[in-house]
Each structure stands twice: as C-alpha cells, then as structure tokens.
C-alpha cells in the first residue's frame, strides 16, 4: 500500500505542476497580450498627435528643414565636414523648442499618465546623381542619436513610428533622413497588472485551492495508510490478547463434559475456577477496550476535593507493592494544596505512566512533584530504553505502540498513554515527554490548580 501511495502522490505532484504551468502559460499569454493592446492604444493616440511634425509648429519644422539643407550644402562644399555633421545635427538649435511643444502635446492628449518621449536619428544619406549614395550615418536607433526629448533610456521605451525626410540640396544632390519616435510611459507595469486584476486573482486563487486540494488529499491518504496500519496492529494485538483465554476457555469446557470430572468434584470445581478466571480476564480486556478509547467528550469526570501530593504518595506506595523490583525515589512536597479531581481516572492516568515504563524496560524511576504558576506539575523519570525523536509525537495516538528494539514482545492495546492524554486534557492539563533513545523517558503531567 505504501508503494501505491508513493505513486499516487508522484502521479498528483506531476499532475500538478503541470496545471501550474498551463495556469502560468495562460497568464503568461494573457500578460504579453494586454502589453501588446496597451502598445497599440499609445501608438494610434500619439500617431494621431505626431502624424505631420508641422501642425505642431511650422515656423520650428522650417527652421529644421533650413538646418538639413544647410548642412547638406556644407557637405557638398567639403567632404570633410561629413566627420563633424553627425556631431553638428544632434546639437541643432530647435532641440530644446521641439522637446517642450511635443511635450505638451502628449500631456494633453494623456493627462493621467506621464509619458517621456524621444525622436532619434538612424540615417543619414546623401544622394548624388553623378556618384553613388554617401551613407552619413544608419544605424539601429540609440538614446546617445537623440535629436529632442527627454528620455534618458530606450531600454523601457517601444516605438511609435518612423518619419523618413528627404531635402533637395540642388539639382544634382538629394538627402534622406530617418527618424524614429520612442515612448515610454511610467510605471506601465502597475497599469497591465490593473487591468488583469480579475485574472491575476483569480489564477493565483484556483493555484492555491489545488494545492490545498493536493495537501488535504495527501494527508487523507497517509491518515488512511496510518489508520490501516493502526488497524492492523490493534487486530493482531487484540487477537494475541484473546487467543489464551479462548483457547483455555474452549478446552475446560471440552474436559467438562468427560463423565470422570463430573464425577470429580474437586476436579469440576477447579476446572469451574479455571473457566471464572479466564472470564474475567476477557471482561477486563473487553472493558479495557471500551473505556480506554474514550474521547474528551465521552468521559465524565466525578471531581472531588484532593490533596495531590497525598493522593501520589499513596499511588508510589500501591505501585511498590506491585512491582516489587522496581526501585522508586519520591521528592514530594507536601503543601496545604487541594484540587478538583476525579481521583479514580488521575489515579488510573498514572499509574498507566508508571507501568508504561516497567513494560519497557525500566528498574530505577524518579518522581517528583511540584506547584509552579498555579500549576501542579508531576514529574516520572525512568530509565528504561527511552523513545526516538521520530517516535514522540505519536505516543499519545490511540493503539499507537512503539516498535522498536524488544518492545515487540510487550504486550498491550496501545491504549494506555492515549487514556492519559484524555484524562489529563478532560482536567484542562496536558502531558508532555521529554526522552532520548537508550537514555530513559520524562513524562511530565500538568493540572491547572484554578
């Protein structure tokens, strides 16, 4: 069943990844997509402002023409002059006129949004008629080409459009200009995750309920394996219980019916006593049973006033008399202390604890007693085979028993500490364990003396 298990929750784990990605795919696409509508929304508007450089101010974009042809004639004067006329066309003189202007057209046009903006030039050829195309310059666009604007970077920036220019020097020289308008419109980021606020919530919202769903199943499935093995072990035990006093019972009572015993009467009687005892131990296991597995809820405390230190002294004296072998050292203080208890339950509760750790291996234990904060605290040392790590957090679960070392040949229903679980809880206390494998156990139990 492990195995099965262990594919299952492979098989899940893929089958979850990949839901994952499919989700982060669609997001994904859904993200690039509102990019790409933003883009286009930002291009036709500008566009419409940008379409014809002129309508922004004319006597500037003359001024500018003026400025190429210009330069185009002192190329033709000197050839030379073409090392210094990239340097002389990013200083033009309508820089600063343009930037401002074109600026305050984007802002009225996205009085909402603050877009910074950039026209920088890739070419610049110069035809001649007699000779082949001079190539200035062509060259992908860069922020250090700016002709106007106030962009400090490309890198967040897309395009707009492209303008291509073209001025006639004289007859037998033309020239052609491009350049390039870039945008970039701060904190875009924030404004696509906005409008993909449904989706983003609602991705993030179906990948956190299959994960809860993926994590309730599994711990079903391990809670299920656990609970069957559980099951199992309590089957195997209880039927290791019975099996003698059955097997007893079912012989005295095959020997009964010999006409010889009847005829016997010390023989009948003692065979009767036979059949009594092993009776009675399948009650005690049956009630054992059926009022060891009782929850919080199901137990009904008769509480009664108790000095504890008293009633653990006469514990101690009771268990010495039964365990005759097993050395125990008392640190017992005796105040004027009394508490509500249900001393039959508290008695049974611990002396579970103290045959727990005589089952497992203990001869010495330590007990010792004390009231701190209002709390009445009991602590039992022993120095039996001591309990793993791994193993702890599971020593109060019902018909949990530990396996380990010679504990198989123990016997018992794995009900005892979880009886003193609930007990303890029922009086609004708790039982802690403090152990190292090999090095014995502490088993504290606290009582709220309010």
């Not at 790590?389 to 530990?402: D, G, H, I, N």
Request: glycine share 4%.
């Amino acid at each position: 069943m492990k195995q099965k298990i262990n594919l299952l929750i492979g098989f899940s784990s893929v089958v979850l990844i990949a839901l994952i990605a499919m989700q982060y795919y669609l997001v994904k696409t859904s993200y690039d997509y509102k990019v790409a509508q933003f883009h286009t929304e930002i291009k036709e508007k500008i566009s419409k402002i940008t379409n014809d450089f002129t309508d922004i101010d004319s006597t500037v974009m003359s001024s500018k023409d003026i400025y190429y042809n210009r330069l185009l004639k002192s190329y033709i004067k000197d050839t030379n002059f073409k090392s210094e006329l990239k340097t002389k066309l990013l200083a033009n003189p309508y820089r600063d006129v343009l930037t401002e202007l074109l600026r305050r057209k984007i802002n009225l046009e996205f009085p909402k949004n603050k877009i910074d903006f950039a026209v920088v030039t890739n070419k610049f050829i110069v035809f001649n008629s007699q000779q082949k195309a001079d190539t200035i310059f062509s060259e992908k666009p860069a922020i250090g080409n700016i002709l106007y604007g106030n962009l400090a970077s490309l890198d967040n920036a897309f395009s707009i459009r492209n303008y291509v220019g073209t001025s006639i020097g004289d007859s037998n020289y033309k020239l052609l200009t491009e350049e390039t308008l870039f945008v970039s419109v701060k904190n875009w980021e924030q404004i696509i995750l906005q409008r993909m606020a449904t989706i983003l919530i609602l991705s993030v919202f179906s990948i956190l309920i299959l994960i809860t769903l993926f994590v309730i199943a599994i711990r079903a499935l391990i809670k299920q394996k656990k609970v069957s093995d559980v099951k199992t072990d309590f089957i195997n035990n209880i039927t290791h219980e019975l099996k003698t006093p059955l097997t007893t019972l079912s012989v005295s009572t095959k020997i009964l019916e010999r006409k010889e015993v009847q005829e016997n009467p010390e023989l009948f009687h003692s065979i009767l006593e036979t059949i009594n005892r092993q009776n009675t131990r399948l009650q005690n296991l049956v009630d054992q049973v059926m009022s060891n597995s009782l929850g919080i809820e199901e137990i009904e405390l008769q509480k009664e006033k108790v000095q504890p230190n008293l009633l653990v002294k006469t514990i101690v004296s009771d268990f010495e008399l039964a365990y005759p072998n097993v050395k125990i050292q008392t640190e017992i203080v005796f105040s004027e202390i009394t508490l509500l208890l249900d001393k039959f339950h508290l008695t049974t509760a611990i002396n579970n604890v103290l045959e727990n750790a005589v089952k497992y291996g203990c001869q010495n234990i330590s007990i010792k007693t004390s009231l701190e904060n209002s709390t009445f605290s009991i602590g039992i040392q022993d120095d039996g085979i001591g309990i793993a790590k791994s193993k702890q957090p599971l020593l109060f679960e019902k018909f949990y028993r530990v396996e380990q070392g010679n504990v198989h040949n123990t016997k018992g229903l794995g009900l005892g500490l979880y009886y003193v679980d609930q007990i303890l809880k029922a009086h609004k206390g708790n039982i802690k364990v403090v152990s190292d494998l090999g090095k014995g156990a502490l088993f504290t139990i606290s009582i709220p003396s309010a």
